[in-house]
T-cell receptor, first 113, second 113 residues
Framework: KQEVTQIPAALSVPEGENLVLNCSFT??????LQWFRQDPGKGLTSLLL?????REQTSGRLNASLDKSSGRSTLYIAASQPGDSATYLC????????????FGTGTLLAVQP | NAGVTQTPKFRILKIGQSMTLQCAQD?????MYWYRQDPGMGLKLIYY???????DKGEVPNGYNVSRSTTEDFPLRLELAAPSQTSVYFC????????????FGSGTRLTVV
């Protein structure tokens, strides 16, 4: 069964810390992996998209890595800010008829000022 | 540059009522999806479409119906609303190719009482 797991479920850090969010998936035959941010009561904002052939992607203070063979991805946030507080979702895209996206349950991040 | 637009943003339904959640995208994407998000449960796929006139069931289709008469629109119909359908509903679209990510709408928060 294709499953995506995110650890930790919740994380609280002081402002300025560097932090790592983890995502693991059971089926390594992925097309790509996408990290989203979700603010309370809001929709999903795409942060980074990593193709199966890539090892990492960077956008500003965010860096996402992908190790397909071990079924793992990490999202690194540098110099965290209170505005980074949100839920971070990892989603893995598989092929087949649906090209469906399988979501993890997310990591709730709180950055304390 | 609207992306994926969902209406309404909020709705309260009584048990047994019906309604249609609207979703429109202006990116000429072939693939469109409906997800529901329940607290602590991640996002589950309800229905998807790979192009106009083609729809199929996802993981949790019971109690819902969809249609796809145009590339742009993908409405979700709830018949005989039940309390178990209380959730946040997200519509998403994708270009379909394995190299593309998903774009999500801002969601519809539905309460059935």
């Amino acid at each position: 069964k294709q499953e995506v797991t995110q650890i930790p479920a919740a994380l609280s850090v002081p402002e300025g810390e560097n932090l790592v969010l983890n995502c693991s998936f059971t089926d390594s035959a992925i097309y790509n992996l996408q990290w989203f941010r979700q603010d309370p009561g809001k929709g999903l904002t795409s942060l980074l998209l990593i193709q199966s052939s890539q090892r990492e992607q960077t956008s500003g203070r965010l860096n996402a890595s992908l190790d397909k063979s071990s079924g793992r991805s990490t999202l690194y946030i540098a110099a965290s800010q209170p505005g980074d507080s949100a839920t971070y979702l990892c989603a893995v895209r598989y092929g087949g008829a649906t090209n469906k996206l399988i979501f993890g349950t997310g990591t709730l991040l709180a950055v304390q000022p | 540059n609207a992306g994926v637009t969902q209406t309404p943003k909020f709705r309260i339904l009584k048990i047994g009522q019906s309604m249609t959640l609207q979703c429109a995208q202006d990116m000429n994407h072939n693939y469109m999806y409906w997800y529901r998000q329940d607290p602590g449960m991640g996002l589950k796929l309800i229905y998807y479409s790979v192009g106009a006139g083609i729809t199929d069931k996802g993981e949790v289709p019971n109690g819902y119906n969809v249609s796809r008469s145009t590339t742009e629109d993908f409405p979700l119909r709830l018949e005989l609303a039940a309390p178990s359908q209380t959730s946040v509903y997200f519509c998403a679209s994708s270009a379909g190719s394995r190299n593309y990510g998903y774009t999500f709408g801002s969601g519809t928060r539905l309460t059935v009482v």
